[in-house]
């Protein structure tokens, strides 16, 4: 992979995180917040493939696939902890979990 | 691709030597967190008592192979560098075993009596405890990424534990978005450190980092890739200002698991800063001290200005334990010039801390089963109902405000040390001088907690003697040992500069 | 022979951890057994009392100047701190003080401690204290007179803040975080100096050698030292305390049980004043001499602003209290001149403070007790009511005002005597000027002390106490007076019991000085 | 000379007699004051015996000195036969002082030492203090017998005896300020003896607080004389070196004027005098012993010990003007014209004292040191004699208001009369009694000595004075035993009477010293040229020092000699005096309202009738004018000037203290201690609003604080 194609790649997962950043701060709904994680996470996996590539080394991949699956096993967590304010609650609105300040 | 990806791998595999006694702790702990489940499944539900008995003797267990490896003393190292033992694994597996023994025992009676789900805390306790010890070991970003998820999100959950309760479920959430965002950026971070170097073991970065790799100027590339690690597991040690999850999350979160994620999981995020400072980042200090300077300058000074102002102890113990980070950040600022000193005084007052935090952790464990508050102000005249516990709760408090003769000032003094040393540098002397004033400041909170039990009355009038479970009493006394051992012997100060990185 | 050595081996050690041992004791004792534990507080201050005369007695007093009884072990290896003891000519009459104060309170208190009672917890402090306060006088390591130096901070807290007066909070707090402010500078300054003293020792001769070597050397620069002396100097110049870190002093005193202010007064403040003498000049002289005029000049403020504070109080207790700024203004003004006779005389100055200032809030304890107020203006007639009372306050006023033939005179006129003619490295007039202004600050304290006496003891009592029944000294107090007030006079009559002690050590400090340009 | 040599032992028994009156007097059948009569009883026989022997001692030095200038005369002979005229020239010879030292303490190579040095002067103090203070001992008994401190006050008296016996034989400087303000607190305390009242605190504070001030010239002095001397307190030392010129002249002049404000407070002289005639709320054998005879005197005994500083500092032998005689001159004036309006015959007492002590200061400061000494010593006699007969009257009545409470006295209380007559006469200087041959030598040597022109303002000073004092003491005894009874006096129910044995004892004694003592002196020269010399300038003779360490050794230093001009001169002025206050209060009629104009009318109608017209209209003119305007102009500025500028200092400084503590400590550095903590937690309050408890916030403060350091240092580096 040259130098170029790598830009592209990384001007992307940079792209990507960035919009992964903005969902996640504007995002009320804890649901899409979650998504906009995955979105970051994604971004770095891309760069990661995109590194491994031009290192020509499997080390960026096995990365990546490790991302991959600790993403899974953490929007798990994530999920189950909202469904538990949304129990709690009966809302997902980030906004609303701000009892403690201060 | 694919299928290069697969001869690639099928023409290189080669199954690499595993030293087991090396593993031995880690494999130890795997067995007993697989015991716990199994005992818990097996057990009725009304005996309770036997599965913290259970988790504690597998976490004593892990410990006797820890203390095998440091009878040894010689390093070892695996799967390519990636993972090694050497003194400083050692010294910090073993102090994470104890921290963690202390937090069984502080949970034992609170998961007990609270009605939780008692088995899966406890495997969850150790899992996280996992990867603390791998944390300790990891030389290389896959393994430390992969040990930083397995003890955060344990974490994660424990932090939600009290499911039912509102200020639970937000504890649970706020640590956990907060933590996958600063993981994210990390790992942001990391996939550019890749980049740079080609490889994820810390010796391959750290020359690539220091030499650049040849492929014309990427300098903002690594200070990026650089900053962004850092702020990852700045996060983790709940540096200003990243620290804002710390106060809300321990607030709502179980007392037993705050004053884990106070003591061990803070542990863990120094233990792997100061690898990767001091392993992989090593030739730019140009980036980490200056970076380290301001954060332990906000992080002391901010953390004990909020502190002053708190009326709940837990709280207050959050914002404190954030400056306290603060100062344990500082030896890092000089890591240029002093670096195995600070190396040295950070793991000395990791030491420490964990032994004055979790003492303080135990005693308000102690109290709120009687006041049933976390108030400060529910804490008056304990002088009068329960002396000797006011007298450990004092111990513990003013030995984190760095009072000789206990083990917080021999903290300060290493911190002090480190920055002052070898050379009178202007950045050192003067984070010396902020440290110096914010342990003043530090005081007055503390005091004020002090002067709550032995100044003023008793609030309800409930004199009624303080009752004190065995495993509280026992994790009590462990801590005050210590913490005045520490502060009277050279201890800590000993371990500190015994923990050494296995020379790359 | 064994007995020496064991002595030599053990003595400094006994003495200073006894008190300590006593308090871990008196944890274990019921708390309802009230006598024993007394007897048990008591019998531990008296023991290691006992192991310090013994230590005293065979102190060879003819090379005083000499460490003795030094005792070296390995302590905190890591960071190279060692337990290094030992007592000199400079240290012998502290000491003495210390072990003398610390039984003669316990006796005061026995049957009156303050509210909220609780003798065994009080006591119990009380040994700690001993314990810190002995430490600092033997300790020849820096690390370990650090520690001993900031273990006074938590029982003096307590004590204040628990069995304190009105504003016992605030006072303590106040206390507690200016002095460890202080604390925190020095403690900065105290590795400063071992890194820059060669970075392998913190024993105080070691590191003085190791600066002289620098110096000599010349490649040690000038701002270093006086930086680093001015960290210890807001550490030490808190504790004396000197004007403008004084503020919490009249708080704490006025607040602090009897018991409290005496050992504050008596010995507390000294640590200060010794720790100057000790650390600071002693192996920083060259810096010493670049601060000499700013601490002189912050010693004859507080001299006269002491004393202009003292005339502004209406309550008898807090008036003592400002005394103190004035007096240990005395002392700081004989260790800013830098001269045999400067330094001799703020040892002099420290001892006749102690015993002097101590009496006096022994007595204004005492007034307390039988009024319930010390406001000056409900005072008055305490001659006609409590007549011995009456007289050993007068006594000690004029001990305080610096009386000749009582041990006050010999901390003002030699630290005054020095100023006229200080070290050759500093302005003659400048000192002078310094030595009128304190020759009128004795004015001022003659004014405001006898201004006092004449508003407490002499003339009727009023109205409100006209018919009260007022109980002239009790036994506890004659026992715990007797000999303060012995002291103040034998010291003043033969000072020298004194000076032949700490004058060759000091003598050695003086030629030191004398020797720079 | 054992006695000499042991005098140390004066003090230290009557120092034993306080400490056992103080612990065990109250035991005491005679609640303590067998005590202190018994030892100072054995102090004044030693004292004696020490005299004695001194006036042997000296006698023997000067008989070796004469063997020995005979032999070297013989030895002169032998060359040259010239050898006329010398012999009837004085001898010079040295007299060795007794000499005691034990070590105080030391620091460094230097050793304080305390010890005794017993000399001419010495020697006398010996003998004026344990007499006087024992005859104040038994006159005591009486007086303040009953009083419920009865033996705190003899147990203060004996205390003050041993202060003021150590004063008078200090070895050193040190010793000297150490018993100076020994002597100040027996004063203290001897004058708040009633306490109870608040004016008689108020008197014993001011007391110390105004000798406090003095005492500050007095330390100064004493350290700068201490380094000027190579770090000696000797005070033989010092005085050697300021006469050999080993010490600069301006270390002397500053030394000298630090010492002077010393002797201002203690012997009472302008401006530092106001707290004497406030003393006198004390028992008045107190004032007679401390207040009159020994303690005021110890400002001039001071400076005659260190004459060689003085003498050398102020240049007195060549000057003929120098501040210890101005002080002194104003001090003479002053307190005279002030005794004149007082009503309180103790404060007449009291400022005759102080207007005495000019003279003695004044006398050392022309230079006729011998004088002062001398006049120091008949002062004491017949002052003491004063104040006990005043007392003695005072005792009777129980006031000591003249115009109130006595008149009249002299039927009641004839041997008070003539005790008190006698030494009014000696102290206004009537020949021959004491006063008439010491106030003759101040005189004299005010016209003789000093430099160029000499110090004749000051003799004209000391006659206005000798003027004055006639007056006022003439007043003061038509007051009290004179005219009709009034107040207490005329109380039929209880007549006053003579007071009894213990009291009139010590008077006829010191009556009768007031009588001989000056013969003490008899001048050799002029008229009297023809007096033996063994009975003449004895004074001079054994207590002037002969040695080293005094200025005899100058040649500026010299003695005046009689001059029957001036002890003619100054006996017709006191004449002059005592006629026309005669005049004015025997003779002079009605409320004496010649000041007014219609009595300078009625004074001119009766001008034919009266016999004594000039004397009514100088007596009208000059006592009036004195008595009135003067002497009034001059006690107002005395108590709202002088006094008023004394007082308010104290009240500025309790003023400036109360500002001090409550703006700047309480105000400003208290506050900025607590202001740094209220910032510390406002600032704790202010961040406290980061933590807004909203997740994505903390995220937004996450992701920007990321940017920011990643940016700064992408950027920076």
Known sequence: MDDLLLNQFLLLGAVLFCIGVYGVLARRNAVLVLMSIELILNAVNINLIAFGAFWGSITGSVFALFVIAIAAAEVGVGLAIVLLIYRNRRSVDLDDVAEMKG | MFAFLLQSVASTFDRPAIDLHALAPEFVLTGALVVVLLVDLFTPKGSRGIVPSVAGIGILAAMVPVLTLALDGADRSMFGGAYVVDNFSLVLQAMFLLAAYVVVLLSTNYVAEGDYAEGEYYFLLLCALLGMLVMASSRDLITMFVALELLSIPAYMLAGWRKRDRRGNEAGVKYYLMGVFASAVMLYGMSLLYGISGSTLFSDIALAVARGNGLGDTTPLITLGVVFVLIGFAFKVSAVPFHTWAPDTYEGAPTPVTAFLAVSSKAAGFVALLQLILIAFIGRDDVVGPLMWVLAALTMTVGNLIALRQTNIVRMLAYSGVAQAGFMLAPLAVVGSNSDGARSAVVTYLLIYAAMNLGAFAVVLIVARKTRSAEIASWGGLFEYAPGLTVLMTVFLFSLAGIPPLGGWLAKFVVFRALLSPDLTAGGVILAVVVGVNSVIALYYYANVARQMWMNPVPDGDRTPVRIPFSLAAAVTLSVVLTVAFGVSDLATHLGDLATFLPA | ?517 | MWFPDHAYLIPLIAAASFVLILFFGKRMPKKGAEIGITALSICFVMALATNVQWFSHVNSAEHEAEVAQEEGEAAEALVSSESTGSATEPIEFEVEPSRASWTWWQSGDVTFSVGMLLDGPGVMMLFVVTLISLLVHIYSTDYIGGDRRYTHYFAFLSLFSASMLGLVMSETTLQLLTCWELVGLCSFALIGHWWEEKPNSDAALKAFITNRVGDVGLICGVIILFFAADQSFDIVTINEMALNGEISHLALLVASCSLMAAVMSKSGQFVLHTWLPDAMAGPTPVSALIHAATMVVAGVFMVARLYGVFFQGFSIGTSSVNPLVVIGAITVIGGASLAFVQKDIKKVLAYSTVSQLGYMVMALGVGAWTAALFHLFTHAMFKAGLFLGAGSVAHSVHSFDMTEHMGGMRKFMPKTFVTFLICTAALIGLFPLAGFWSKDEVLSGAQQLGGEGGYLVFMVVGLVGAFLTALYMTRCIYLTFFGEPKGHAADAEHPPHESGRRILVPLYILSGMAIITGFANLPNSGVLSGSPDGASLRFEHFYEPKGSYFPSVLETFDHPEFNVLIALGSTIIGLLGISLAYAWYWKGRGPHGLTSRNKFAKAGYTVLVEKYYLDHLYTGIIVGAVKGPIARGAYWFNQKGIDGVVNSAGVAAVKSGKFVYERIDQGVVDTIVNASGSAAGGSGQRLRRIQTGRVQQYAALLFAGAAILAGIFIIVI
């Open chain 3, 1 to 517: 022979m064994d007995n020496n050595e064991f002595l030599t081996e053990w003595g400094l050690t006994l003495m200073v951890f006894l008190p300590l041992a006593g308090a871990l004791l008196l944890m274990v004792i019921p708390k309802a057994q009230e006598q024993m534990i007394k007897v048990a507080a008591l019998g531990a201050a008296l023991a290691s009392g006992a192991v310090g005369v013994a230590v005293l007695a065979n102190f060879n007093y003819d090379s005083s100047e000499k460490l003795q009884f030094v005792v070296n072990r390995n302590w905190i290896e890591a960071i190279h701190a060692n337990y290094i003891v030992g007592i000199d000519g400079l240290s012998v009459p502290l000491i003495a003080l210390t072990l003398l104060i610390t039984p003669l309170v316990m006796v005061y208190s026995w049957n009156h401690f303050p509210q909220p009672h609780n003798p065994q917890a009080f006591l119990i402090l009380m040994l700690v204290l001993a314990t810190g306060m002995l430490g600092t006088f033997v300790a020849q390591d820096l690390i370990l007179f650090f520690v001993f130096f900031e273990v006074v901070l938590l029982p003096m807290y307590f004590m204040i803040g628990v069995w304190g007066g009105e504003q016992r909070q605030y006072a303590s707090i106040k206390f507690f975080l200016y002095t460890l402010f202080g604390s925190a500078l020095m403690i900065v300054s105290f590795l400063a100096l071992f890194f820059v003293a060669g970075g392998d020792s913190f024993s105080m001769v070691d590191l003085a050698q190791g600066v002289a070597d620098r110096n000599a050397a010349g490649n040690l620069a000038m701002i270093t030292q006086v930086l680093i002396f001015g960290g210890m100097f807001m550490g030490f110049g808190i504790k004396v305390p000197m004007f403008p870190f004084h503020t919490w002093l009249p708080d704490a005193h006025t607040q602090a049980p009897t018991a409290g202010s005496v050992i504050l007064a008596a010995v507390l403040l000294k640590l200060g004043t010794y720790g100057f003498i000790r650390v600071a000049l002693f192996i920083l002289p060259e810096a010493a001499v670049k601060w000499a005029p700013y601490i002189g000049a912050l010693a004859v403020i507080g001299i006269i602003y002491g004393a202009l504070g003292c005339l502004a109080q209406t309550d008898m207790k807090r008036l003592i209290a400002f005394s103190s700024v004035a007096h240990m203004g005395f002392v700081m003004l004989g260790i800013a001149s830098l001269t045999t006779f400067g330094l001799n005389a703020a040892v002099f100055g420290m001892v006749a403070h102690g015993l002097i200032t101590g009496m006096l809030f022994f007595l204004a304890g005492s007034v307390k007790d039988r009024f319930h107020t010390l406001e000056i203006k409900r005072l008055g007639g305490l001659l006609l009511q409590a007549p011995k009372l009456g007289w050993i306050l007068g006594f000690c006023i004029m001990a305080s005002l610096g009386l000749p033939g009582l041990a006050g005179f010999w901390g003002e006129f030699p630290a005054i005597l020095s100023a006229y003619n200080p070290a050759p490295a500093l302005s003659q007039e400048l000192f002078r000027t310094y030595m009128v202004i304190a020759a009128f600050g004795t004015v001022l304290a003659a004014g405001y002390l006898l201004w006092l006496f004449q508003r407490t003891a002499f003339g009727t009592p009023s109205e409100e106490f006209a018919d009260v029944e007022i109980e002239d000294v009790r036994v506890s107090e004659w026992i715990a007076w007797v000999p303060l007030l012995a002291l103040i006079l034998v010291l003043g009559v033969f000072p020298n019991i004194i000076f032949h002690v700490t004058d060759p050590f000091l003598t050695v400090m003086g030629n030191t000085f004398a020797g720079l340009k």
